[in-house]
């Protein structure tokens, strides 16, 4: 079993910017698919962005698209969600997961069911 450990959330502005990173406390994130998912209070845990194995493929979710970029550093085995322009409807506890499924897929790596191994999370706060 492989457990993410997600930082870099914090207080921040509107418009402003922050950056995530998701790095394994066990094992390593080579050979699995990473993926960002958020929950604001009250609301469902949805999904933000994916990179795929080897950081060539990528989703996003429409409501972060243009203003966050997912990127893995496989030499330091960490996975970081770059987020700008940052909105009051971005606050949320953001997630790290990882999965191993063999297959790059929106279907797979879109929704929750597709990922097996999830952080603690991490606090995202943006005020108007």
């Known amino acids: 079993q492989v457990q993410p450990v997600e930082s870099g959330g914090g207080l921040v502005q509107a418009g402003d910017s922050l950056r995530l990173s998701c790095a394994p406390a066990r094992r390593t994130f080579s050979g699995y698919t990473v993926g960002w998912f958020r929950q604001a209070p009250g609301k469902e845990r949805i999904f933000v962005a994916a990179?795929?194995?080897?950081?060539?493929?990528?989703f996003y979710t429409d409501a972060v698209k243009d203003r966050f970029t997912i990127s893995r550093d496989s030499a330091k085995d960490t996975v970081y969600l770059q987020m700008n322009s940052l909105k009051p409807e971005d606050t949320a506890i953001y997630y790290c997961?990882?999965?191993?499924?063999?297959?790059?897929?929106?279907?797979?790596?879109?929704?929750?069911?597709?990922?097996?191994?999830w952080g603690q999370g991490t606090q995202v706060t943006v005020s108007s």
């Open positions: 997961a990882a999965g191993n499924s063999a297959l790059w897929s929106k279907m797979i790596h879109t929704t929750a069911r597709g990922y097996h191994y």
């Open positions: 990179i795929s194995r080897s950081g060539g493929n990528s």
